[in-house]
């Protein structure tokens, strides 16, 4: 069976910035184990699959590791493959997914995704977690990622894992995010995931489902410019809506290929 693949580095206007997600199109689902495989196979943060469904898109996401339950890059580079190569007509796609029906919106160059909203709350911080950190939280959330608030951009930038500590962490589909007051935007944040291929992630749409509500409330003010200050970079533009935050973005295309399945 031959599949298209496509690689679309999201939250970015360059390439070799934002992060990187493979993209599957198919007519009829394949076993999960194969998705894992071809997920494995690709070696990048996720790989999402998509089948048509009458006006909907059904969107899943996989890391080499696990199926997850959101990813917001994957979920952005998935809108420009269907919009920008795949010549889809509309400008607002419906995604049916694990976490609900989710909505894109492209406008002006963006791809602003509806999600869902996970406001942290204040929580202690396991001790592992603690020992494999470099600079200890100001301050510790939870939601489905842990949310550890520091006091300074710098702070985030200087942050190291130990990652043999780290890795001793279960948190399932969840991760550790670091973040303070940006210095040139209103937020910044790293995002880290233990017991993965690839320890950090490099710009994280679903951590933004926490991290919006939150900043949102912090400063008072419910439009956010954030960045992932992780080696290659994110810019999100984000807006807080009660139960639900937009997160918006530019993606660049890779590369464009096929492969073969038995």
Not at 107 to 119: G, I, N, Q, V
Request: proline share 5%.
């Amino acid at each position: 069976m031959k599949l298209e693949l496509y690689q679309i580095d999201a939250f970015t206007d360059k390439i070799f910035g934002g992060n990187p997600a493979c993209i599957v199109p198919l007519n009829n689902w394949l076993s999960d184990d194969i998705l894992l495989k071809i997920a494995q196979e690709n070696a990048v943060a996720e790989t999402a699959f998509f089948v048509p469904i009458g006006d909907k898109i059904h969107l899943r996401w996989f890391t080499p590791e696990i199926e997850m339950d959101l990813c917001g890059h994957a979920t952005l580079a998935t809108a420009h493959c269907l919009k920008s190569i795949l010549n889809y007509p509309k400008d607002r796609i419906y995604f049916e997914t694990l976490s609900g029906d989710l909505t894109v919106l492209i406008k002006d160059d963006l791809y602003c995704l509806d999600f869902p909203s996970r406001m942290p709350t204040i929580v202690e911080l396991p001790d592992i977690i603690e020992a494999s950190l470099n600079i200890k939280p100001k301050e510790v959330y939870k939601a489905r990622d842990y949310v550890l608030v520091y006091d300074n951009e710098q702070e985030i930038k200087n942050i190291k894992i130990n990652r043999q500590l780290f890795d001793q962490i279960n948190l399932g589909q969840g991760g550790v995010i670091v973040t303070a007051r940006g210095e040139k935007c209103d937020f910044v944040s790293r995002f880290f995931t233990p017991q993965a291929s690839i320890l950090e992630d490099p710009v994280t749409g679903s951590a933004h489902c926490s991290l919006v509500p939150f900043w949102s409330l912090r400063l008072g003010k419910n439009k956010l410019v954030a960045a992932q200050v992780s080696d290659r970079f994110g810019k999100l533009l984000c807006e807080n809506k009660k139960d639900r935050v937009i997160i918006s973005g530019k993606a660049k295309t890779y590369s464009i290929g096929s492969f073969w399945i038995e």
